[in-house]
């Protein structure tokens, strides 16, 4: 099923110029499932040339026209779902129901930024005198380069690609190299659909290249990247050079924090299967639990109990909860966190290991560690893995300082049934996005993304498509008023 992929460039599939590639790997069993192109600097220049063209062609489609090309690539998403949703399996080891929740939530982008392309309003501003009009539109961007990353293959392109087209910009998508299928049928999506050739490209290959290459290029004038921080930072500086518009979604590490009056159980019955989505490989997991200590022993042995009963496997096995992890280096850094959590003090409560018998993927334990000490590496590097360290508090200004001790500022979590302390709360977090008494964030019609070093910009909702668009004030003089 699993097939091997070319670039997309100007609205056809086509190979490196040079022929070369390089194999895809299935984390569950290690072994190659095809190939991607790795594409040239000629490629990336075709694709520059392919998007500046089909921005000009796209920026004149009308919005109603645009916004009907947009919903029919929702519709084929959807249409497609159980295809895409088992290539990602195949490609990232999450549980098939997982991939089809991905798959949807892709489709909902490209929904709801095909109703936003018809609301891109501007403004009127009262003139000081009667012979002027002062106005303001708003334009798209022009050529966007988009680079996404490997946890969430389809929802985080889609999530690029659909305010972008819905703009009226061109794109080149650059999918990670380790899960590319997924992006790729968007891709094939919207050019079934009928969006225009050079519209929207598909590259693929060695991604330090590719992305100084698109990035320093003057054809592109906005840059859009989920990712790690260091990688942010670095593309950060690239697109500097040029001062061009960019938009950057990186890591967090989100705090939890249970107050005493909340039910301890219910909040771990909550948080557990939160924590261990994706094997824990979520930007905005849960990754630090502060339970106040009245409720410590209830929380975290629910907690444990939770994370010991979940079935792990291959994401296309029957009742499989929780897949492998994308790579060995992310296994060794979990394996490395939980020692040094137990070294400075920490409890093992359920995991810390690799599973009995999986002698071939990279899979780890759901573990849970207790009475972490604020210093262990687990709580102050982002855990990007099946861990979570639970530590306790006691004091509100405490605890509110300890979470917001970290440069990252992506997402957290309060659970309070008190409405005045979890309003304080959510407001004295220093975060883009905060859950109260609920985890589930991310959804198409809300702004997604974060703060300090966790990004600038927001994707999602009514917001997101700004970040592909230029304001522009028009200030007009009368004919005939004697100027």
Request: aromatic residues 8%.
């Amino acid at each position: 099923m699993y097939q091997d992929l070319d670039l997309f460039i100007k609205g056809e599939w086509r190979p490196a110029s040079d022929g070369q590639t390089k194999p895809v790997t299935d984390p569950a069993t290690e072994e190659a499932l095809g190939t991607i192109a790795m594409a040239t600097e000629a490629d990336v220049d075709a694709a520059l040339q392919a998007a500046q063209e089909g921005f000009r062609a796209w920026r004149r489609v009308g919005t109603w026209d645009r916004a009907a090309k947009i919903r029919r690539a929702a519709d084929l998403i959807r249409e497609r779902a159980d295809r895409i949703a088992t290539l990602m399996s195949l490609e990232t080891g999450k549980p098939k129901a997982e991939s089809l929740g991905e798959t949807n939530a892709a489709a909902d982008q490209f929904e709801w930024y095909s109703e936003e392309t018809k609301r891109i309003y501007g403004q009127l501003i009262e003139a000081r005198t009667e012979d002027s009009r002062l106005s303001v539109i708003y334009q798209p961007v022009g050529v966007v380069a988009a680079f996404s990353a490997w946890n969430f293959p389809a929802l985080l392109p889609a999530r690029k690609i659909a305010p972008a087209i819905a703009a009226g910009c061109s794109i080149i998508i650059k999918p990670a190299g380790e899960t590319p299928a997924s992006c790729a049928e968007l891709v094939r999506a919207c050019h079934d659909a009928g969006i225009p050739p050079g519209v929207v490209n598909f590259v693929t290959g060695p991604s330090s290249a590719i992305a100084e290459q698109l990035i320093r290029s003057p054809i592109v004038r906005k840059v859009s990247v989920t990712g790690s921080v260091p990688v942010g930072k670095q593309i950060l500086s690239l697109a500097a050079e040029g001062v061009k518009k960019v938009s950057m979604e990186l890591g967090g590490h989100g705090p939890v924090v249970v107050f005493k009056d909340f039910d301890p159980v219910k909040a771990a019955e909550v948080c557990a299967p939160t924590k261990f989505r994706n094997c824990g490989q979520v930007c905005i997991s849960p990754t630090r639990f502060y339970v106040h200590e009245s409720r410590y022993e209830e929380f975290a042995g629910r907690f444990a109990e939770v994370a010991r009963g979940l079935k792990v496997g291959n994401g296309l096995d029957e009742g499989v909860q929780v897949g492998p992890m994308a790579n060995r280096r992310g296994v060794e850094t979990i394996r490395k966190m939980t020692e040094d959590a137990v070294s400075k003090g920490a409890e093992l409560l359920a995991g810390g290991r690799v599973p009995d018998g999986r002698n071939q993927g990279y899979f780890f334990e759901p573990t849970v560690l207790g009475r972490v000490p604020d210093d262990a590496m687990v709580m102050t590097e982002e855990p990007f893995g099946p861990i979570a360290p639970i530590t306790t508090f006691t004091d509100y200004d405490e605890v509110m300082e300890r979470a917001n001790a970290l440069p990252f500022g992506l997402a957290g979590y309060v659970f309070s049934n008190d409405l005045g302390l979890a309003t304080r709360a959510s407001e004295d977090l220093e975060l883009g996005m905060v859950g109260v008494n609920e985890m589930l964030l991310a959804t198409a019609e809300a702004p997604f993304g974060g703060i300090k070093e966790s990004g600038m910009g927001r994707e999602g909702g009514s917001l997101g498509i700004h970040d592909y668009l230029n304001p522009k004030y028009i200030k007009t003089k009368l004919p005939g008023s004697g100027a």
